[in-house]
């Protein structure tokens, strides 16, 4: 039997993306998909770092201005990263096998966020062919995000596809030199449905038969940061490096050759218990000092913590469940939901705020960190 799942098509209409999380998980244990739900809701460990980089924002205060002369439509979100002019700073971030939660999987995601004026990065682990990806939404910038595997002929032909289909940025997963501890996967037993090939990687001739995640793709090393020159010539394009936690990080990716970096701890999936990204933002600012454009994920679930995200040095925020949820439940018209709803957030606190433009919240925002 096939994997049975939503190919509804409906704007969603949101009250905030907590509300929209919880009936996400009541949804797919209704439809059978509890495992999927886990894997998907699931973090490292006793999942500390998932549940941080949520409430870590609330360290964050924002101090308001309130004398401008403004008018509430005075707001402007446009933003740019490599010269990709983007009408919101909130961007998609990768996550594995969009057929888990909607029919329509990546051709949705990638339709969805072209359609709020924002790019997708692909997974490694994508259920579609990039060339499917990109034919069924021509004109939508989108980044790849690759994961280094053992076989450097299978890496190859991984980068070749991406370059021959139009991204325009390769971000490159920095996890560690092992795999999270998923206790909801371990608890599970959870795999992949034989009936969701990760379909970019079975293209490789000799990609295994065996759909475990954790036995493809060798991850049993970390990448070196040599390495970035060998993509970036093999490629010719930006390379972000996505999982940078640490200044000192940030700075040696650089001197390697990174076009971006991109702050992540993968939403709390890969090691549990350290600090949440919002937290390891100011450092990591710090430390780039606008050298490259900044890339920030994890915990994002409010506009208000975009603004803060932005105010602290990020340039462009992204979002990884969040996008899953409004694709389940609407496909490509649910992603683009899910991004307005955030928009709509950020401009409100904005505009509350004394701000209009991604710019000014870069240089005029004002945070206080409280003493909680
Ligand atoms: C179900 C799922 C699958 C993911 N798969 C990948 C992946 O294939 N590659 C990757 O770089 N990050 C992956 N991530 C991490 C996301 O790119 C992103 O860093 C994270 O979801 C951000 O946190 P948030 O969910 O709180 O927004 C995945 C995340 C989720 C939830």
């Excluded at 939503?6 to 929209?20: G, M």
């Excluded at 390379?239 to 991109?262: C, H, M, P, S």
């Excluded at 506009?303 to 995200?309: D, E, I, N, P, W």
């Excluded at 609407?330 to 433009?357: C, D, P, Y």
């Amino acid at each position: 039997m096939s994997y049975s799942i939503n190919s509804a098509e409906k704007k969603l209409s949101i009250i905030n993306l907590f509300d929209l999380e919880e009936k996400f998980q009541k949804s797919m244990q209704q439809s059978n998909h509890e495992k999927e739900a886990d894997f998907i809701l699931g973090g490292a460990g006793s999942e500390y770092t998932l549940r941080h980089n949520i409430s870590d924002f609330d360290d964050w205060e924002i101090v308001p201005s309130v004398m401008h002369g403004l008018c509430e439509d005075d707001g402007v979100t446009t933003t740019k990263i490599f010269d990709i002019d983007l009408k919101t700073p909130i961007i998609v971030s990768p996550s594995a096998a969009h057929g888990l939660v909607h029919k329509s999987a990546e051709l949705g995601t990638i339709k969805g966020t072209f359609n709020a004026g924002s790019l997708m990065t692909v997974s490694t682990f994508s259920n579609e062919l990039l060339k499917d990806i990109h034919e069924s939404s021509p004109n939508a910038p989108w980044f790849y995000q690759f994961s280094m595997d053992q076989n450097e002929k299978l890496s190859d032909f991984l980068l070749h596809e991406a370059v021959t289909q139009g991204a325009k940025a390769i971000v490159v997963g920095v996890f560690g030199a092992s795999f999270g501890r998923r206790e909801r996967d371990i608890r599970n037993n959870f795999d992949f449905d034989p009936d969701l090939p990760f379909r970019q990687l079975a293209a490789f001739p000799d990609y295994p038969k065996n759909l475990d995640i954790l036995k493809v793709n060798g991850r049993t090393r970390d990448i070196s940061p040599k390495e970035i020159a060998v993509i970036k010539k093999k490629t010719g394009l930006p390379v972000l490096i996505k999982g940078i936690q640490t200044g000192e990080d940030a700075i040696r990716a650089i001197e390697f050759g990174a076009d971006g970096i991109w702050i992540s701890n993968t939403g709390g999936r890969q090691l549990d218990g350290i600090r949440s990204t919002i937290n390891a933002l100011p450092e990591i600012a710090k430390a780039v000092n606008k050298r490259v454009p900044i890339v920030f994920d994890s915990g994002i679930r409010r506009g208000q913590q975009v603004f803060k995200a932005l105010a602290l040095g990020a340039d462009l925020i992204a979002i990884g469940r969040a996008p899953l949820y409004g694709l389940h439940f609407g496909g490509h018209k649910g992603v683009t939901s899910v991004l307005a709803q955030l928009q709509v957030e950020l401009l409100n606190t904005m505009l509350l705020s004394g701000i209009t433009t991604i710019d000014e919240i870069k240089q005029n925002a004002r945070l206080v960190r409280t003493n909680r």
